[in-house]
């Protein structure tokens, strides 16, 4: 019998230890010490080295130096407290001199006290996903999947941060998906993602989403559905955020149309002159002949109405950077000062002006008469923004000018604004506001949200125009019902004594115009 059973502990060693040679995962054992006692042949295949100078080093002189301390911690730790070891990854060295990712578990013998490991090469899968969230995080897209029979949502950890919410505390379900969509996104996406199943095809929309955090951000989401039985089962998904693309591209759409604009503009302004120049002529003929004659009258209105449509033409020619400019060092903490004091008398009503500048000169280089207009002009829209419906003016109204530098990854930079030093001067009003449509036409010329006769829709048109010939930048925050500021950038000078020609200021073709809804 004793014969008998040690043949059979013999057999049992000899498949156990083949079993642990041919084993594709890598095996070892450890003492209760923690030194090797034994490794499968597959800790040479993974790892490159001879079992006899493997087992000549201890195992902490292979593990990572910045995975070294957390593994030396925390895996005797959950041995020593439960008795095994849950799946465990970290780098291991291999011969070459690299690294790879290896996934343990393990448990401690009762009987003795030897620690059992099972070790598996997982860097293949550690790579492909280290590439996965890189491509993710440089495309700023993540993945998504929607299980159709049970309703399951998941989500990778990009989505996540495209919604601005927490993984640990948000759980993506078909109801709660939906509240970042307005009813028009919701719709489009429902029609879609249905035509798309019905069909087979890929779903490609471009939607705008509402984050946790309130901010609107333009999403293109991508959708194809798995069919089993002929039966969507499944759809696989990406959501891009492209909120930055599109809003340059906006950005460039608009200054195109303006640009555009401003050519016509030009153009007409020219010809306009013209004509009206050989009006003015003959009016003035008229006017000599006639003297004395009571029909004289009728030539002075019509000469009154010759120079209001001349500064018409100065406007848009204003507009079109086609107006000579007289440009010098100036103070424009000085005139804003002016202004503001100007504006007070004009505004009248219940309206509260402030006026806030800094104590040192803040030099730019303008054409002061046209700094004023501008000054004018948008203390004029800030006024008319504060009417009310039963036609009262009431609010506030702030001009605030600093001084500003805008690096390379400033927030001002991605809005379309150079590199550089700026004076920012803010005209801000606590009135209605504007929608998108409208702050995205409040440039134009001849537009208007005035009524008929009470607005020739230059006053912004104006503006622009001169900041663009100034070499300056301008653009809107508003939000309806929530107040306007307009913002205006100036090249900034360091002294008053800077010597400028008029052709130190050459039409500005790179100026970009930016709008914030």
Known sequence: MPEKFAKKAASNQMMLDRLFDLSPDMVAIFDVNGNWVRVSRAWETVLGYPSEELLSRP????????????????????????????????????????????????????????????????????????????????????????????????????????????????????????????????????????????????????????TAKGENRWVRVIAECVYLNGKPVRIFGTTQDIDERRKTEDRLNQYQKLESIGRLAGGIAHDFNNILAVIAGHAAMLSLEMKGDPRAEKIDKIMNSIDRASGLTHQLLAYSRQQAIRPKPMDLAEAVRESGELMTRLIGGNVQVEVVTPEIPAVVLGDPSQITQILLNLGINARDALRTDDDRISGRIRFVLQETSVQAQCPWNDRGLSAGNYWHLSVIDNGCGMDPATSRQAFEPFFTTKEFGKGTGLGLATVYGIVQQLRGHIQIDTELMQGTTIHVFFPKLERLDVKAKVHDVPVADDIFLAFQP
């Open 59 to 210: 195992i902490a002189e292979y593990i990572h130096p910045e995975d070294r301390a957390a593994t030396l911690r925390d895996a005797p730790a959950e041995l020593h407290a439960t008795g095994k070891l849950s799946p465990y990854r970290n780098r291991y060295l291999h011969k070459d001199g690299s690294y790879r990712w290896l996934e343990w578990t393990g448990a401690l013998s009762e009987a003795d006290g030897q620690l059992f490991l099972f070790a598996r090469d997982v860097t293949q899968a550690v790579d492909a996903q280290t590439l996965a969230e890189k491509t993710q995080n440089l495309t700023k897209a993540g993945g998504w999947t929607f299980d159709i029979p049970s309703g399951k949502v998941t989500w990778t950890k990009q989505v996540y941060d495209i919604h601005q919410v927490d993984p640990a505390t948000f759980v993506p379900t078909p109801e709660t998906v939906r509240r970042f969509f307005d009813l028009e996104s919701l719709k489009k996406m429902d029609d879609g993602i249905r035509a798309a199943a019905e069909s087979g095809t890929v779903y490609d929309e471009v939607l705008l989403s509402r």
